[in-house]
């Protein structure tokens, strides 16, 4: 079991910035970020796995980027030229394994999510 709490979310103009963190309770989790906007279902937008491997959402390559600081057990999201369709909750998430198609895919834990929204 790991526990996640995310913190950053807030509002910004697009062409903006925004970084996203998530405190996590334990290592050797390959861990995410989905996103969902008003409607059902989420989205994965980024995940880093255990190795450091990097795998992004088409709609948010060349502009997010995931890292994360092992020493802190903190995941981050450095959203970069924000646009009014990046609007929604982020939700950090761990996967216990992370499939090929793991935008597809619910991952094992998540957390309580955190409010970003985009004014054009």
């Known amino acids: 079991q790991v526990q996640l709490m995310e913190s950053g979310g807030g509002s910004v103009q697009a062409g903006g910035s925004l970084r996203l963190s998530c405190y996590y309770s334990?290592?050797?989790?390959?861990m995410g970020w989905f996103r969902q906007a008003q409607g059902p279902g989420r989205e994965g937008v980024a995940v880093?796995?255990?190795?450091?491997?990097?795998r992004y959402a088409d709609s948010v390559k060349g502009r997010f980027s995931i890292s994360k600081d092992s020493a802190k057990n903190t995941l981050y999201l450095q959203m970069n030229n924000l646009k009014a369709e990046d609007s929604a909750e982020y939700y950090c998430?761990?996967?216990?394994?992370?499939?090929?198609?793991?935008?597809?895919?619910?991952?094992?834990?998540w957390g309580q999510g955190t409010q970003v929204t985009v004014s054009s």
């Open positions: 880093v796995a255990s190795d450091g491997e990097t």
């Open positions: 998430a761990a996967f216990i394994h992370l499939p090929l198609d793991w935008e597809r895919h619910s991952p094992d834990f």
């Open positions: 334990r290592e050797h989790y390959h």
